[in-house]
């Protein structure tokens, strides 16, 4: 069975880079056809997708959060992270990483979800 945990800080402070892991376990971050993905959802409001990192280590990134956003992974963890630098109070949100499977065109398995709080 496959699961995904983030982890990482739960309160960060304004203008600092928050930095998110997500372990991979019962599958590999270099599966054929899988990208994983960050996403979030602020409260009160939607998902929003933030990037991802494919299987051969190409990384994609929301137009919106590109000059902020950087993702990369360690094979030999099996983990891949999440680096949001000069975080705001709007950058508050639940953070969740999830697998999407470019073969059957949906995500298949999300993390639980972990709330960060950008605050002073």
């Known amino acids: 069975q496959v699961q995904l945990q983030e982890s990482g800080p739960g309160l960060v402070k304004p203008s600092q880079t928050l930095s998110l892991t997500c372990t991979v376990f019962g599958d590999s971050v270099t599966t054929n056809y899988y990208y994983w993905s960050w996403i979030r959802q602020p409260p009160g409001k939607g998902l929003e997708w933030m990037g991802a990192?494919?299987?051969?280590?190409?990384?994609y990134y929301s137009p919106s959060l590109k000059s902020r956003t950087s993702i990369s992974r360690d094979t030999s963890k099996n983990q891949f992270t999440l680096q949001l630098s000069s975080v705001t109070a709007e950058d508050t949100a639940v953070y969740f990483c999830?697998?999407?499977?470019?073969?059957?065109?949906?995500?298949?398995?999300w993390g639980q979800g972990t709330q960060v709080t950008v605050s002073s």
């Open positions: 990192i494919g299987y051969s280590g190409s990384t």
């Open positions: 999830a697998s999407w499977d470019s073969d059957s065109w949906e995500y298949d398995y």
